[in-house]
């Protein structure tokens, strides 16, 4: 592997990617790998600020969440860049509802997940929502 590959791997090490996932994206820089070979990957990290809840739910199933949205703005050079994206997550995970809990609207957040879409009954017929269920999670800075 060149020497540039390994500066830009290690940059995406301090970035937060795992090290399988970047295992997997040099095979395919050197050619040992193609894509196709690349394990699936589900795993969301966001750092946004809190734009809604934590608001704790118990469902019909006896299950307990915390609900919460994030706010993230979009990159520069992407459709819609300046707008945020408003991301709905859920902590399920007794210790993810209580890393959540005591947050603030306009903290500022750490959540790390996966994409989820779930199916649930509804007076009116059968709803469904994709969210992120938040695995880790930290306060990164207090609200304004």
């Given amino acids: 592997m060149r020497i540039r590959q390994l500066l830009w791997l290690s940059q995406v090490v301090v970035a937060g990617i795992s090290p399988q996932r970047m295992l997997a994206f040099a095979r395919t820089l050197d050619g040992s790998g193609d894509a196709g070979e690349m394990d699936p990957v589900n795993e969301v990290h966001l750092v946004g600020r809190l734009s809604g809840g934590p608001e704790e739910r118990t469902l ?9 949205r994030v706010s993230v703005p979009r990159a520069d050079g992407t459709h819609g860049e300046g707008r945020p994206d408003v991301i709905a997550c859920t902590a399920w995970s007794p210790r993810s509802r209580r890393a959540v809990a005591g947050w603030a609207l306009g903290d500022l957040v750490e959540i790390t997940g996966a994409l989820r879409h779930r199916f649930f009954r509804t ?10 269920e938040v ?4 306060r990164v800075r207090p609200g304004r």
Avoid: F, N, Q, Y
């Fill in 123 to 132: 007076l009116g017929g059968t709803g469904s929502r994709t969210e992120v």
């Fill in 60 to 68: 019909p199933s006896g299950d307990v969440l915390v609900t919460l």
């Fill in 135 to 138: 695995i880790r999670a930290k």
